[in-house]
Each structure stands twice: as structure tokens, then as C-alpha cells.
């Protein structure tokens, strides 16, 4: 039989999944199987060489490999079946090493694994797998200059995540990367890894932060119009010195130098440099490499005018002419692109509040560089009248869509007022739910709708507070409360707290629900008891009472609320105290119960309840006791403070509080009703340290208080001496007024001949500094008041101080 003939019946006897590469023939008892002798073997003599079929003739003869089976080894926490929808191979397809390539490639994609093999037997695929460890817990060590929170945000590495050492890497360089941004340049950072049972590991990043890089001199080239100390005090960037004990600008950071350059920029334009540009900014090391030279080189160019203001506006409720007091620039003066900027947002609200929320306000600027004039065009391109589509709210995890809705002064189908946006923000704020509240338009279903998305960050509203501080008013103070203003994220206010001090004992406990019977309706009830040493005056005060009140809005800025009290005092006077004082409690006894109904009416038009910078606070409250209890009397007292932008970016306000309190049925006013000044009412005098007083009475006692009162307080709030981040400012101040007026048969004493009271509405008179610092130890302020006109028996103090802190 022939060679040719044998071929063809071997080949119709065998399988399909066969594969003959080649036959031996002339002696050999079997056909190889294989395509090459074993290792070693020698073909034996007088055997004729082995016959090898062409590429092109095994390809056309030889089956396809067909996976029969696929095998996944070395799996731990990670399911065969999870490896297997990683890879694009399956039981039953043909195999092919290209395949087999690109399921390596996409499981070491994957992170999970740290080695991949891929065998294949003719039949069997086996995928054997190396997990990777899972990370345990990551920590820090050597750090100080860098907090360890800030660390564990830059990190990308967490724990229960993968190990892979790609990470490890891209950790080292972006620690590095902050190091050198707080000037750190020396800063190191080896990661050691440590092996853990069950495939875990611990990373722990062996942090060497090495010396601070800081800032020797900072050089300005070009600048002839400002020198080089102007210059300096723009850029956030300071030089290094001794003195500068609390700085964090004082070191060389790349971004912060990109910032300076942007600030200097900001400063020259807005004087009239319009072509002012920052040729260069470079930062050289010392030879010592201990700190850094910048130079920034400066081309300042001409001096600017404004030329010609023109506005031209497409809305026909909005012609140009009445726009134009809007826009607060003038031909003739210099160029400042900070007015164009504030006339642009000034245009863009008021169009706002039109309902033309897309119109766009085009601003073009001629320049004639020959005459160096810029020519100002405003143009504002109006858009179709937009209505609220949708009202979107995000990021209240935990506050109710309800509570953020009902401050909203708009709602979907209203016509879009960029007013009414504002003024909702202004009043979500006020909750002091969020620590930053956004109010955003977007694209609406329609050209004519908008969307407007309210996007919220909430912060802890509960406290649980141990605290303790110091106070010239009220020397140690210790105090225990939990305090929450949003009582599962309903809104609603709990507070209970204990406070003591070495001058009083207070206890209290208060809830408010804001919206009763969700109604625009605040009800609340208050319980509190205090006991109060008024050592000023001689006495001391056991005060314990329970109220009610109820609380609507009058208007957008105004509110009223109603409230009833019932009080039971007590009163007991110091041995050595005032003859006046004595004659008064054997009048009372003692022992007195108030019942109280009165009303606050109040209105503000605050821009931010927490640092304002314009409006206005008013308030006027009235207090009628008498429908039950022992005491009957009238109060009023009304309160009224304004404020408003200064020059240099300081900030004044004036305030005046007045108050009046009579009695009626043949009743005086006790002690206790009365009103005293001082302290932090009126700075610059002790507590209680104006107003009628026994003279008789040695030291700082022998206030008795007064009936009437009226001070007024002129206040100026500094820009920012020193930076943001030290947390301190700084006010001028002046205080003025009167306190006195005491009931007739106080005046002076019916049973001594010579009279020792004084009280005579002297005008005081005090001026001086606040400082506010919050300091990582909690809230510090510390006023310097020096009186100016006092009466010669009041008692001054020169430096009110207080102090807290909270845990």
C-alpha cells in the first residue's frame, strides 16, 4: 500500500479532535503523534528521516483546537466564576493564542492579581491566578507639619481596597506633592508593607518631612508705577522671618505662585494698567537650599481712562436709560476692571429680575491705545421670559426636602427672579443647618423653562458640649449641654444645658417647632431656673419660670411673636448690702411671682446673619406683668442696628437700645426687673458699673440699677489685617448713653438722713478696640475700652475679657 493510500485511511479513522502532524514510516511499529523526537533520541539506523508536512498543508489538514474544559486555580477570596467573566474565552471555542493573550492582559487589567498564567494542554485551558492582599489599614508615622486627616484624604489607598503596587506609588508621589506644597521640599516618604494572615497587609507610609523651604526675598523686575513693598502686599506669598511665629504663607508652593500671579494682575488692572501682564515668575533655590528666591517680572504698560459708557439693552421693560444708574463708572476716571465686573453682575440681577434668566450682558471694550482710552459698551441681548421648571435639591442626607422647600421664595411656574433666588439663599443659610447653600439655573424641557437646582452641604447641627472659659463678667464659667437645631432633620430646636459659674448656676431646657401644624408658625416652650449672685449689687437672685411663645412672619423681613411667662423669685440680700436695698426687700418679702404676656416685633434685612455687611435689625418688645402674680409693671425696650460698606473694605454699623420699665396698682420696680450696664453692654466699665449706685457702700458694690436706659454703640469692623486663616478680627468702637431713673421711693432712703443714692442720667461715654480670635482652644475676645465721660462714681475697666472652649 502506498504512503499516500495509508494517510487517507488513518485519517478516516480518527476522532475529530485528532490532529496528525506527520507519520513515520519504514520500521516504526506506531505513528508519532508529535511533530518532533523526543529530547535526546537518535533515529535509528537505516531509518529514513521523518516526513514534515508544509505550514501550508498542516493548516489545511490539522482540526481547531476546541477548549473542552477551562480550569481556574489559585483563587482565595475571589470566585472562579468572577475570573471567568474577566477573559473572553469559554468551553467550546476554539482556542487561539491571540485570545489567550488578551485574557492575560485583561485579567492583570482587573488590579485584582498580582501573577497570571495561562496553560494549555489540547484540551484543558488552566488559569492559574496570584491574588493580590487586601489592604488592613493604612496609617502614617513622622508626620507633624501635615495633619494626619489631610494625609488620609490625599491617599488613594484605603482600607478593605486591593494592594497593588501601582497605588503604592502614585500614594508616595502625591504626599510628596502636598509636602511640597506647605514647602516641604526635602520631604520623604517609604512605604513598608506588612504581611498580615488571610492575604492581608498593613501600609504604613514612614513619612521624613525634613526642614521647611522658606521664602527669603521676593524680587520685583519692571515695576515703575508701584515699589516693590506695594507689590508684595498683594501677593498671598510673604517672606520668611522670625517674628511671623503663626505664618503659613511664609514657604515656597507652585500653585500659591500662580495664584500671586494672577493677584498682581488683578491689581494692576484694576489702576489702569490694562495691558499689564507677568512676563515671568521664577523661583530659584539658596545654595544652602534652605529657602527660596522669587522674581516676578513685570511688563506694566500705559495707564488706562475710561472713555465713553454706553448701555444698550434689547428688553423693552429695561431701556437703556434706566440701567445707567446701575452702573456706577464714569468717562474720565481711571480704568478698573473690578467696576466693570460689579456693573456687569448689576445688570445681569436686574435683568434677572425680569424673568430673563438666559439674557446675556455683552461686555465690549474699545481700546484707544494711542489716546489710552477704553471706551465701555454694555449690551444686554435679551433671551425669552423663563418660568421654574423644576426645583431640584441635593445633598441633604439627612435635613427633609420640606424643611429646605419652605424657605424657597418661588416655586415651579414661577417666572424666574434672580431676587427672589438670592433672598432664598440668604434664608437657607439662616437655618445654620448647612455649611454652604448654592442656588443654580439650568436648561429647562422648553427654551422658555429652567431648572433650578439647590444644592446643600450639611454640617453637624447636634452638639453634646463640655465646656469650660473664663469671662471678666462672669470669671470661670463651666458648662454641660446637648444642643440640637434640627431635631431629625425636621428643623426643630432641643437644647438642655447646665451652666455654672463662680457668680451663677443656670439649668434650662427649651424646644422649638418652627412649623406648627405645618403652618409658618413657631411654637416653643421654655423651662429654666436661675441662680445668680449679683455681687455689684448685693444680692442674690433665685429665679425659676416656664413659658410659651408663638412666633409668625409679618412680612419677608419682619416677624412678631407672642409669649406668656410665669416666674417665681427670690431674693436675698448680703449683710452689709444698702439701707435702700434692705427697705426694698422688707416691701416685697423676698419673694415675688411675675406673670408675664408680651410681644417682640422684629425685622431684618441682614445680606449674612453670621458676618452682615449691609442692612438692617430692628426689634421692639413690650412686656405686661401683672395678670396674676405679685408684681405688676410695663417694660419696653426696642434695639436697632444698620450697616453698611465702608471705605478699604471695612464695614460700620450703628446701634441704639433703649429700654423703660414702670411699675403700676401702687407696686415699684424690684431689683431684680430692674436694668444694669456694663461689662459687655457697655465696654470699657465693670458689670453693673454705671447707672445709680449707694455710695455708702465700699468697692464695686452698691449698684441698685435703673428704670430707664438708652446707649448707643458706633462700630467700624477692620478688613482683614492679618490673614483668613489665623481667624482674628478687629473693630473700633465707641460706646455712649445713660442709665438710671429709679422709682421715688428709692431715690433716697426715708430712714437715713443723709442721702448716699446718685442718680442723675450722667451721659458716659467709652472708645476703643475689639479683638475676635478663634483660636483652636474655642472662641476668644478681648475688648479694650478706655471711658471718655463717666460720672465719678461709676466703675471703669479697662480690658473686658472672655473665654471658651467645648469638647
Known sequence: MSAKALFARIKRAAPASFVLASVVIGGAADAQRTNAPAPGAQPAAGTPPATTP??????????????????????QRIEPATVLTYITLHEGDTYDEQAADRALKALFATGLFSDVKINWDGTTLSVHVVENPIVNQVDFEGNSKVTTKDLQKEAQLKPRMVFTRARIQSDVQRIIELYRRNGKFAASVDPQIIQRPQNRVDVIYSINEGPTTGVSRIIFLGNKAFDDSTLRSQVATEESAWWRILATNDNYDPDRLLFDREQLRRFYVNHGYADFKVVSAVAELTPDHSSFYLTFTVDEGKQYKF?????????????????????????????????????????????????????????????????????????????PRVYIDKINI????????????????????????????????TRIRALGFFKDVTIKNSTGSRPDKTDVTVTVEEQSTGEVALGAGYSSTSSFVGEFSYTERNLFGRGQYLRASVAMSTISKQYQLSFVEPWFLDRELAAGIDLYKYVTNYNQASYQGDVTAAGVHFGFPTSEYGTIQ????????????????????????????????????????????????????????????????????SLKFLKTEGSFTAYRPLFWDMVGSIEADSGFIQGYGGLTVPIEERFFRGGDTFRGFKIAGIGPRDTSIAGDYGAIGGDFYAIGTVQARLPDILPSDYGMNFALFSDFGTLGHLDSPFRCSRYIVTCTIRDNLALRVSAGISVKWKSPFGPVQIDFGIPVVKAPYDKAQLIHFSAGTGL
Open 394 to 425: 441635593i445633598g441633604n442626607n439627612r435635613t427633609l426636602d420640606k424643611v429646605i422647600r419652605r424657605q424657597l421664595r418661588f416655586q415651579e411656574g414661577d417666572a424666574f427672579n434672580r431676587d427672589l433666588i438670592d433672598r432664598s439663599r
Open 562 to 629: 407672642v409669649r406668656y411667662t410665669y416666674r417665681l423669685n427670690k431674693v436675698s440680700v448680703y449683710s452689709g448690702a444698702s439701707p435702700t436695698l434692705q427697705e426694698e426687700l422688707s416691701l416685697y418679702g423676698g419673694n415675688t411671682s411675675t406673670s408675664d404676656i408680651g410681644f417682640t416685633f422684629g425685622y431684618n434685612t441682614l445680606d449674612d446673619y453670621l458676618k452682615p455687611t449691609k442692612g438692617v435689625v430692628f426689634s421692639l418688645s413690650e412686656d405686661f406683668a401683672g395678670i396674676g402674680g
Open 54 to 75: 508544509s505550514p501550508a498543508a498542516a493548516a489545511e489538514t490539522a482540526p481547531p483546537a476546541i477548549i473542552r474544559r477551562i480550569v481556574v486555580l489559585g483563587t
Open 307 to 383: 472713555g465713553k459708557v454706553e448701555i444698550q439693552s434689547d428688553i423693552r421693560e429695561l431701556p437703556a436709560q434706566s440701567l445707567r444708574p446701575l452702573v456706577d463708572i464714569h468717562g474720565g476716571e481711571l480704568y478698573d476692571q473690578s467696576e466693570v465686573e460689579k456693573a456687569k453682575d448689576s445688570l445681569v440681577n436686574a435683568v434677572g429680575t425680569k424673568g430673563y434668566a438666559s439674557a446675556e450682558v455683552d461686555v465690549r471694550l474699545r481700546r484707544d491705545a494711542e489716546n489710552h482710552i477704553i471706551d465701555l459698551v454694555m449690551r444686554i441681548e435679551q433671551g
